[in-house]
């Protein structure tokens, strides 16, 4: 996770205009070396990378005794797979500039590009004796990147940790940590390093954003929210902040606050189709049906693969009991990804309540078939053939489903299958033992048929089994 460097894009579009007519032509020379190094910067953050090279290679031509563009050379060869390269030009930079910190960091990750980690940790060890914090806050950083390329996510931390502490605003350290902390699960140490940082430096955007995740990931929702604020409070440029934010405030049916966050990304930064999914998804849970539908438009006129924004068209359409445009929404969503048991059992919902009742059972098996440890798709395939006075059938299904999985749903709804069969002893049996599974779970039984709920004998069995 990492900010890129705020270029002014108009300058930069000028430098490239300028440096496309030199090359046509045939020689390119900048009156300054910074010239060069936006240039080098913006390709090099649009990833570009062998443009980037080439500019650094005209820069070298004009300015050859700048050891800036021969290590900048190195770092662009070593993101383009090439280290063999990469040191032969570090070689360069050092006969400029002997003994640079920034040279040998980058000399430690090409041996680590050559499976060379025992020199690469040996170098950086040798570093660190004299090092002020800030170069061993760098020189940490870098023998982190090594534990990360050879997946030791725990030693990558620590190591990380160890960098922070040496120098708590080391941006790319803290960069590095909010991956970090993912792969090696160490959220409840990330909370407290992060709250130590925020203790020194309360305007610390990455260590806000950092906390935030970790919350989040713990499952302690207020608290990430507050993070998440405080990180675009601080930096209000910061799109991952927003979106986050947002993420946990949808997740937590706060439809309005992740809508504002959600809003506030489309005024300051470029949208894309995830965007106007995301806030379709908002004004869709709000109610608010033909709004959500332009937004959620706007995502398929971007991206128009995008099956999620198809399945919330056709959900929109659906709850405005637009049954034919919802299921044509609903099918391209399933032709795109028909991995995902949710498009099938909304198609299943569109197609019954049109009374096309042969479509709509064909795709609530799917749903079933999809997702088969899920009780909830096989429930609703049973409850389908139960409304359609197909009991034997759903009796079948629910056989089917405990070869998959089991719950005491699917115990309820074979009581009431039975119940409404005539089979009362059967039924009452089945209904002793979904109590004994799961005894708050029985009102599930009573919507499916109510007629249990005043049945005396239900009633009795109901109270034997009482909690205390």
């Avoid at 060069?36 to 090099?44: A, G, K, R």
């Avoid at 391209?332 to 059972?361: C, H, M, P, Q």
């Avoid at 009102?443 to 089994?465: G, W």
Wanted: glycine letters at 4%; a negative charge; one cysteine or more.
């Amino acid at each position: 996770m990492r900010q890129r460097k705020s270029l002014d894009r108009q300058a930069v579009f000028y430098l490239i205009s300028k440096l496309e007519d030199m090359i046509g032509k045939g020689g390119v020379v900048f009156p300054t070396e910074g010239h060069y190094q936006t240039l080098i910067d913006y390709y090099e953050g649009e990833y570009l990378f062998e443009r980037a090279l080439e500019v650094s290679e005209f820069a070298i031509l004009q300015y050859s005794l700048s050891p800036q563009f021969h290590l900048h050379k190195a770092e662009l060869l070593l993101q383009m797979k090439q280290p063999e390269k990469a040191l032969a030009a570090l070689d360069k930079a050092d006969l400029l500039i002997p003994n640079c910190i920034s040279s040998f960091l980058v000399r430690a990750e090409g041996f680590a590009a050559l499976d060379m980690h025992i020199e690469a940790v040996n170098l950086l060890d040798g570093l660190k004796e004299n090092s002020t914090p800030e170069e061993l806050s760098r020189i940490y950083v870098q023998e982190a990147l090594i534990y990360h390329n050879q997946k030791e996510h725990e030693r990558e931390f620590y190591t990380l940790k160890a960098a922070l502490k040496e120098n708590p605003s080391n941006g790319e350290a803290l960069s590095r940590m909010w991956y970090c902390v993912e792969a090696a699960r160490k959220h409840e140490e990330s909370v407290e390093l992060h709250k130590r940082i925020l203790d020194e430096d309360p305007f610390c955007t990455l260590a806000w954003y950092n906390l935030g995740t970790s919350q989040q990931y713990l499952c302690n929702y207020e608290e990430a929210i507050e993070a998440f604020e405080y990180a675009f409070l601080t930096n209000d440029e910061f799109e991952f902040a927003y979106r986050s934010c947002a993420e946990v405030c949808l997740d937590q049916q706060d439809y309005q606050k992740a809508l504002q966050c959600y809003q506030d990304v489309l005024e300051k930064f470029e949208p894309d189709d995830d965007l106007f999914l995301c806030i379709g998804k908002c004004y869709e849970k709000l109610g608010n049906h033909p709004v959500a539908l332009t937004f959620l438009d706007q995502a398929i006129a971007l991206n128009p693969m995008n099956d999620e924004a198809l399945f919330h068209i056709g959900t929109c359409y659906a709850s405005q009991k637009k049954w034919e445009n919802a299921a044509k929404s609903l099918l391209k969503a399933i032709r795109l990804n028909d991995l995902n048991e949710e498009y099938f059992v909304a198609l299943g919902e569109a197609y019954n309540k049109s009374g096309n009742y042969k479509d709509a059972e064909i795709h609530f098996k799917a749903a079933a078939d999809v997702a088969p440890e899920e009780a909830i798709y096989w429930i609703r395939l049973a409850k389908f053939f139960m409304d359609t006075h197909r009991l034997e059938e759903a009796l079948k299904v629910l056989d089917e489903a405990e070869e998959y999985t089991y719950g005491s749903e699917i115990l309820y709804y074979r009581s009431a299958f039975l119940f409404k069969k005539g089979k009362r002893r059967e039924a009452l049996m089945i209904l002793e033992e979904a109590l004994c599974e799961d005894f708050h779970a029985h009102d599930s039984m009573f919507s499916l048929l109510p007629v249990m709920a005043t049945d005396s004998e239900v009633k009795a069995i109901i109270s034997i089994f009482q909690p205390d």
